[in-house]
């Protein structure tokens, strides 16, 4: 990952320190990319961005950006913030109350000639489409053009690196649609690295291209979005991530087209294989809830196309926007409830409820498989 | 009407209010942003003046400022003057006492500036004095006026301070508050009547110039 960063054209970071919080984090962004840091409350992901802002200084670590260095404990270098090409999106905006909308934008412009600031304010403006409402004081604008403002001041420094920090957490969902988009179309525009500070795992699916989750100031994963959220390398992973579908198990048997697990009793085949797992290991298993299919007590259903059938009985039935959200339990542990999704139709003309028994294949392709620790 | 102790007390709150501004400012953004061991005790020492009767202040001022101490000897050997009954130990005295009532509401009203609001500056690429310039000013100009507006009027109004450290020299040391007592020990109702009533009005306008300035601050931040 971010190999062209060591080249020098994007971020490398490197932050260690045991207070206030522990850190202990490596991680780069090349130009035109976008990383997200993932990760529970407390988990350090404001405090990496902090640093590289240049507001937080770490006990030890180095954080170079463009190719230039910004931070260096071995050799005492300690760029300010204001010396540092970063534009920033706090998450409350952080406007300058007592300046118009221009003024907030012309505030980050000091490096350019007086003359020039407000033309380039001007252009700024109509690229996150604020034109018209430059007069405004930021008590006057709602939060979506609050946002806007935010972006267009972090724009206006010519960073090197554009952080936003849970930067659509404030506004309602049709605005934060808008902007995901506005913000998709504004990085092709952009070749700098972009730092997305997020919980919101949906949000930086969508929009990071690479995606680092942290926990207690540690990487616990660093990969694309789908990697992490479909494939968590460890359970930690996978309960950060909310993983629905999360079990224990252990492993049966290494056949060539299959690994088999037990669990709860049940043979479930995994494909491809994964000698890597000793047989007798135990292990954690997820499955997506895309990847459990639900037969209506048919027991017509092939176990050669889908594989791993099992009965249960449907106890939870909820209806969501779009779809409707089952959970299916597997025999009398309640622990052993598969959660599931439906297109809303499909429930509707099923008459699907609790109680329903049904049929559901678990996909062998679908199946990750975690290794559990030996003491396990 | 002594118009000299008039005169004396308006050159004495100027140049109170004159040394306190840039003091006040400085400490107040000191106490506001920062936080460092013993900063309780040096709000608290900052405080003392309000809650300390003004004898007591006095007292020490007048031990601290005296030809027997290090402080008055030095004064002295520089300027060929004491500090004790002279108008630059009484604006010493008067610039102490009126730390807190200088400080506290500057402090508050940088303490009101949201911390990201002053981090955004930062970033933005302003320098520690441009943020003080273009952010801190102009959002916390409110309390800096209060702070030095009541600083003004408690100056024209301190009278046991003035009378321990300063005594009451006409041209020198004698300030309206020590006037009106001096005139009411005369008999002289008439004088101090007028010299009552002038610091009164005075008082009056200050304090309804920071009542209109807080409520100015608390829109702002609100």
Redesign the interface.
Known sequence: MGEGAAAGNGLSVCLRQDAPIPLDVTLACDRGEVLALVGPSGAGKSTVLRAI???HRAQAGRIVCGGASWFDSGAGTFV???R?A???V???Y?????MTALGNVE?????LPRGERRRRARELFDLVHLAGFEARRPAELSGGQQQRVAVA?AL??EPSVLLLDEPFSAVDKATRGKLYRELAEMRRLLAVPIVLVTHDFDEAARLADRMCLLDGGRVVQAGTPHEILARPATVEAARLVDLKNLFEGRIAAHEPGATWIDWAGRSLAVTPPRPDLAVGSAVAWAVPSTQVILHRGDAGADEEKHGNLCDGVVAEVAALSEATSIVVALGSDPGHGLAMTVPAHYARRTGLAAGTAVTIAIRPEGIHLMALGPDR | MDWIALGLSLRLGALTVLILLPVGIGLGRLLAYRSFPGKGIVEAALALPLVLPPTVVGYYLLVAFGGASPLGQAFQALFGRGLVFTFEGLLAASVLVNLPFAIQPMQRAFEAIPRDVREAASVSGMSPRQVLARIDLPLAWPGIVTGLVLAFAHTLGEFGVVLMVGGSISGETRTVAIAIYDRVQAFDNAAAALMSLTLLMLSLAALGLTYALSSRIGRRHG
Do not use: D, E, I, K
Request: hydrophobic letters at 50%; charged letters at 10%.
């Open positions: 802002a240049g507001l300010p913030p204001h540092r970063v534009g920033v706090f998450q409350s952080a406007l300058f109350p007592h505030a980050a412009m000091l490096h001041r206006a420094r």
